[in-house]
T-cell receptor, first 108, second 115 residues
Framework: ELKVEQNPLFLSMQEGKNYTIYCNYSTTSDRLYWYRQDPGKSLESLFV?????AVKQEGRLMASLDTKARLSTLHITAAVHDLSATYFCAPMNDKIIFGKGTRLHILP | GAVVSQHPSRVICKSGTSVKIECRSL??????MFWYRQFPKKSLMLMATSNEGSKATYEQGVEKDKFLINHASLTLSTLTVTSAHPEDSSFYIC???????????FGEGSRLTVL
């Protein structure tokens, strides 16, 4: 059974700083998704990583995937307040299972 | 634009009644849709995988007789919460995978409150 461990679960940081969210999973996964969720809203797709070594970047966010280590990271560069949200990773084998989420609070 | 449309976005019902939530794929056909539920400040939990033209596959611990899923067409899946109770109050979200790109898109979600 696929298990997902995301850390940290809560992160408060200053604007302008860099930080990384980690996503470990327990079994072989075909692909991995990253999502953003704002309070009271549904999920917004950020990245889908389809192969080992995949790296994708959009603005201040960059995601990577190491299938051998069963690890994905979401790196935030020079954080801004608008990035405050909850971020979820979700690897997929025969189903898509979500991590517990990282609540990111960026202080202006 | 939106890829998946979900309706209603909010519903309040009395205990014991049934509520139907619709999930539509826009401009493409979806043979598979996923239903999740999310409690406040918690993660998403997969409830079931909805397959067009066949029975849904439910996750362990999800009552198939309580959460009825129908995927009668390639663009529509419905989730019916039968005999709803206050503990069924939650945020229900559907999703579909775009086969070409592997992207997984979510509907806007349906917030159910059972009084």
């Amino acid at each position: 059974e696929l298990k997902v461990e995301q850390n940290p679960l809560f992160l408060s940081m200053q604007e302008g700083k860099n930080y990384t969210i980690y996503c470990n999973y327990s079994t072989t996964s075909d692909r991995l998704y990253w999502y953003r969720q704002d309070p009271g809203k549904s999920l917004e797709s950020l990245f889908v990583l389809l192969s080992n070594g995949a790296v994708k970047q959009e603005g201040r966010l960059m995601a990577s995937l190491d299938t051998k280590a069963r690890l994905s990271t979401l790196h935030i560069t020079a954080a801004v307040h608008d990035l405050s949200a909850t971020y979820f990773c979700a690897p997929m084998n025969d189903k898509i299972i979500f991590g517990k989420g990282t609540r990111l609070h960026i202080l202006p | 634009g939106a890829v998946v449309s979900q309706h209603p976005s909010r519903v309040i019902c009395k205990s014991g009644t049934s509520v139907k939530i619709e999930c539509r794929s826009l401009d493409f056909q979806a043979t598979t849709m996923f239903w999740y539920r999310q409690f406040p400040k918690k993660s998403l939990m997969l409830m079931a995988t909805s397959n067009e033209g066949s029975k849904a596959t439910y996750e362990q611990g999800v009552e198939k007789d309580k959460f009825l899923i129908n995927h009668a067409s390639l663009t529509l899946s419905t989730l019916t919460v039968t005999s709803a109770h206050p503990e069924d109050s939650s945020f229900y979200i559907c999703s579909v995978i775009i086969a070409d790109t592997g992207e997984l898109f979510f509907g806007e979600g349906s917030r159910l409150t059972v009084l």
